[in-house]
C-alpha cells in the first residue's frame, strides 16, 4: 500500500516537472529540468 502511494507522488511530481520543462522558454532551466527528470523516472520504474 506505501509503494503504491509512494509511486503516485512520485508520477505526480514527474508530471510537474515534466510541464515546466514544456512550458518553460530558457534552455538552461529545460536541462534542469530534464536532469531532474531522470532519478524521478528511475524511482517510479523501481531501479536504484
Do not use: D, S
Not at 538552461?28 to 527528470?37: E, G, K, R
Amino acid at each position: 500500500m506505501i509503494t503504491i502511494i509512494y509511486r503516485l507522488i512520485v508520477a505526480l511530481v514527474i508530471g510537474l516537472v515534466g510541464w515546466n520543462l514544456f512550458t518553460e522558454e530558457k534552455l538552461t532551466n529545460q536541462l534542469n529540468c530534464a536532469m531532474v527528470l531522470i532519478p524521478l523516472i528511475l524511482r517510479l520504474l523501481m531501479i536504484k
